[in-house]
Each structure stands twice: as C-alpha cells, then as structure tokens.
C-alpha cells in the first residue's frame, strides 16, 4: 500500500443520486489532490488543497464539491452527475506544494460510473 | 495548459529489449517527474529530474533532460513483462508547485 486510501474502489450512481469518495493519507503530507483519469485524455487536476486550504479549482463543474476536514482527509462530494462524468479518480498527497520537489503518492483510485 | 506529452502513445517489446519513452512540455519547469500506472490503479512515482540535471539513473531507468528542447526521455533497460504498464511524465511548474500530466505511454513487454 502507498499511505494514501481511497474508499470506495468501485462506485456506480445514478444521475440524480449524491454520493461522497473519500481519501485518506497516513503519510504526514500537507497538500492533496483531486485527479480525474478519463480514457485517452491527460489526467485532469480538479482540486488542490494545501495546509487544509483550497488553492486550486480547474474549473470544475458545481456538481462536484471537495470538502478537506484536516491535512490527513479528503473528500469528494458528488452529486447530479453526468455519464461524461464516469472515469477513474484519484487521490493523490505530498509534503507540500512549495518545499523543494513536488512527488505525489497516488492512492489505487476511485472507479465511477455514471448511468 | 498540458505540461507532459508523451511519445510513443503505445509500445510493444520483447523481454529484454530496451524501452524508450519521449516526453515534451511547453513552459519553463522546476523539474521533471516520471510515474507508472498499472492497470486500473494509481500512479507510483519513479524518478525525477530537476532542471539543473542532464541525466539521472535509478537502477534499470535512465532519464534524460533537455530544457532547451524542452523534452525528457525515459529509458527501460533490459525490460521485464513486470514493467508492462503506462508510463507518464510531468512538468512541476516554477513557483507554486503543480504537476500537469500528459496522456502517457503504454509498455507492453511480452515473455
């Protein structure tokens, strides 16, 4: 196992349900991240938060909404989601955004799909 | 703006052929990140490179750095159907640390 957890591995929902994917890191990192990994595409950086603040948000549809309690938990509310929106998500930790080299530990992913 | 391109977008080898992989990027970076990903799973981190650093080894892999080409490569030697997988390469941007991923390369090393 890498330290970083993410729960539930297999999700399928549908449109008009809500559901949460969590992550959670026993690493001692400061900073995580959202990723969605959609087939053919390069992985899309949703959310960033570092020391519990969000400091990034790509453009992100509202339907999606990160939720990070303290720097060990991470949380990705999902709710009237869209077939588009099936693919693999992943939860991703590192010491920080600005001290020295930038390696993310990825957790296994989370693997939605909508119908 | 994508930061990692990756080229080949497949590739299939023997067990023990070398694998090469290309990376380009498009802005100045801090350093250069290469991961693996297995089917289905989440990335590991394999090696980076910074941007003061030409070539980098880590036990079977090698990696080069051209900032003036704006381009890494990432060496397999002597591959193993073990390293079948994706093979991704990340630019961190300079100041506030955020790694952008490209597409990948897909490894398949057949016995």
């Known amino acids: 196992e890498t330290g970083v957890t993410q729960t539930p591995r297999h999700l399928v929902m549908g449109m008009t349900n809500k559901k949460s994917l969590k992550c959670e890191q026993h690493l001692g990192h400061n900073a995580m991240y959202w990723y969605k990994q959609s087939a053919k595409k390069p992985l899309e950086l949703m959310f960033v938060y570092n020391f519990k603040e969000q400091t990034e948000n790509n453009s992100v549809p509202s339907r999606f909404s990160p939720e990070c309690p303290n720097s060990s938990h991470l949380f990705l509310h999902l709710h009237t989601l869209q077939p588009e929106d099936s693919a693999l998500y992943l939860c991703?930790?590192?010491?920080?955004?600005?001290?020295?080299?930038?390696?993310?530990?990825f957790g296994a992913g989370s693997r939605l799909t909508v119908l | 703006s994508q930061q990692g391109e990756e080229d080949p977008q497949a590739l299939s080898i023997q067990e023990g052929e070398n694998a090469t992989m290309n990376c380009s990027y498009k802005t100045s970076i801090n350093n250069l990140q290469w991961y693996r990903q297995n089917s289905g799973r989440g990335l590991v981190h394999l090696i980076l490179i910074r941007s003061n650093e030409r070539e980098k080894h880590s036990g079977r892999l090698r990696v080069t750095l051209d900032t003036s080409k704006k381009s890494s490569s990432l060496l397999i030697t002597a591959s193993r159907a073990a390293d079948t997988a994706s093979y991704f390469c990340?630019?961190?941007?300079?100041?506030?640390?955020?790694?952008?991923f490209g597409t990948g390369t897909r490894l398949l090393v057949s016995p």
């Open positions: 991703a930790s590192s010491q920080d955004m600005v001290s020295g080299a930038n390696v993310l530990t």
């Open positions: 990340a630019g961190a941007n300079t100041g506030f640390q955020k790694l952008v």
